[in-house]
């Protein structure tokens, strides 16, 4: 990344920061005089970019990851990890930054979208109201109702209402559907390139229509089946399918990722990274691990679904999300809650202090399209096909090696980057009859679909697995926690405690209590 980038990338966190009171409010002017509706886009989108993903790679990632059974917890070196998570104790303090950041980041979107600029920013206004969605659809999908329509509007709007989460749905399908006319129909001859400004794209205006296309798939699908029941939905749900079919989505090769400059320094370093890693410095040097890098490791149920024991699969996947601790044998699980060493983040998942931070994986986007052509919602395409290219692009993205997976080949001239392709094509072959993770051998493919992703995912995006959790109810027979005493998984976030205090007689007509949230579903979740 090149220094004026980095120059660039501080200033606009810098100001980012200065434009948000105590009460996570958009505000017109720092303290230091500067209007920030008089800053061009330019200045603003890196940090716009950049400081709601840090949310989203870490901690959003976490919570996912230990809210099904993906992640467990190091009882021999952390004391009680993850207790307040297998214990399900959520109150409105849990995971409360969430939403706080949330909210509060992704003002400066807002700022692009609606503020008047003396030349033509239509390309930054469109890539703002796509990037927003992705956040908002988050955010409706672990809370439900939210302000949307006044939030980030005037600094005196200190109380926003709160607007019904299936209005938010329909209106984040409508903000995607306008961006990607303004990025399609802008005057090409007086429109301002994205250029270095931004971080997740680099300026490729049809990877951004792609993305705007596979976000709406995914709410369009979140919302698939309480659409079948709702007349009004339905409608919505069919126009916007049938425009879908003659739209592009992210693809093969084509991950979403966000790298504003990211170094081996303090606060600097890919957040996963810095949360889930090493200390700045002293990447891959035993005894400089964050905490959460002490703490984290695999469950059982995922070790030895993925070691072939509970399916009789082996899925070389396993060696690249996790790895060995000192005196393991072979990679080991624990059950949530349990007294056992798991072992850690592997290599997959940690590559380096500077690694991309992935928004939107192309195999999750393959999974979507998969889904959406098995239930007839697309026509174009081949739902198996993509499936089988959604697994593909999985062991490619984690690095798979034939030596994780296979005997050495005999040719000892096979061209070394192919190997993720034969790992993916042996483990297709062989999962492709079993029931559950393979296409022809599950029932209902939807099964497969969403229990492949969850392999794919866990470490990468966990708000995603489980979300989708959540939405199918697969993967099937998994596990609860050891030390709750609670039946079943929650569903959904408590709102914050900031709330609360901040904006108390909107929030307060939801008397919302700890049970809100195992028993109070998103609308989208009719299982």
């Known amino acids: 990344m090149k220094t004026i980038n980095n120059i660039k990338y501080t200033l606009s966190l810098a100001l980012l920061f200065l434009t948000f009171s105590c009460n996570d409010v958009l505000v017109n002017e720092d303290p230091n005089g500067v209007a920030i509706d008089q800053l061009p886009p330019e200045v603003i989108l890196p940090g716009a970019f950049t400081v709601p993903s840090e949310t989203f790679l870490s901690t959003m990632n976490g919570l996912g990851n230990t809210m099904i ?43 692009i979208i609606t503020n008047e600029y003396p030349d033509n920013y239509d390309y ?20 439900g109702d939210i302000p949307f329509t006044d939030i980030h509007q005037r600094s005196d709007l200190l109380f926003p209402e709160y607007d019904d989460q299936v209005d938010v749905y329909i209106s984040l399908i409508e903000d995607i559907n306008d961006a990607i006319a303004q990025i399609q129909n802008t005057d090409t001859s007086t429109v301002v390139p994205l250029g270095s400004s931004d971080v997740i794209m680099n300026g490729n205006m049809t990877k951004w229509i792609k993305f705007g296309n596979t976000i709406k798939l995914r709410i369009l ?47 600097r370093m890919n957040p996963f990274v810095e949360t889930f890693g090493y200390d700045p410095g002293a990447f891959g040097i035993t005894g400089n691990q964050t905490f959460s890098n002490l703490r984290a490791g695999p469950t059982t149920y995922l070790v030895e ?32 809650g349990g007294s056992e060493q798991p072992s850690r983040i592997g290599p997959g998942l940690l590559i380096s202090p500077q690694q991309d931070g992935y928004i939107m994986t192309a195999s999750e986007s393959l999974f979507l399209q998969s889904e959406a052509i098995f239930k007839g919602y697309l026509s174009s395409g081949n739902a198996k096909s993509l499936f089988e290219s959604a697994i593909l ?37 062989n999962s492709n009859n079993v029931s559950g993770i393979g296409w022809d051998g ?27 959790y959540t939405r199918t109810g697969f993967p099937s027979n998994m596990p609860l926690p050891d030390i709750t ?28 209590t700890v049970d809100t949230a195992f028993d109070n579903p998103i609308f989208w979740d009719v299982n």
């Open 305 to 336: 679904f993925l070691n072939g024991t509970s399916n009789g699969v082996s899925d070389a996947r396993l060696q690249r999300l996790y790895t060995t601790r000192s005196g393991q044998d072979d990679i080991q699980g624990n059950t949530q």
């Open 221 to 267: 699908l979140r919302m698939s089946d309480v659409a079948q029941t709702n007349p009004e939905l339905q409608t919505i749900f069919n126009t916007e399918f049938e425009a879908l079919n003659n739209a592009s989505f992210i693809n093969f090769g084509e991950d979403v990722t966000i790298n504003p400059g990211y170094s081996d320094e303090l606060d």
């Open 69 to 111: 059974a993906t992640w467990s917890g190091n009882a021999q070196q952390v004391q009680a990890p993850y207790f307040e998570e297998f214990q399900y104790q959520l109150t409105t303090d849990f995971y409360d930054n969430i939403w706080d950041n949330l909210m509060a980041r992704t003002g400066n979107l807002t700022q």
């Open 124 to 143: 930054f206004k469109g890539v703002s109201k796509i990037y927003r969605a992705f956040y908002f659809q988050y955010l409706v999908d672990l809370y």
């Open 485 to 512: 005493n609670r039946p079943n998984r929650p569903i959904r976030l408590l709102y914050p405690t900031s709330e609360y205090t901040g904006n108390s007689a909107n929030v307060g007509i939801y008397n919302q």
């Open 393 to 429: 692009s999985s062991f490619v993205r984690l690095g798979v090696d034939t030596d994780d997976f296979l005997p050495p080949p005999d040719d000892e001239d096979l061209d070394e980057s192919t190997t993720p392709e034969i790992a993916a094509s042996t483990y297709i072959s």
């Open 442 to 468: 599950t029932s209902n493919k939807l099964e497969a679909i969403i229990t492949q992703k969850w392999i794919d995912l866990g470490g990468t995006n966990g708000i995603e697995t489980w979300i989708e």
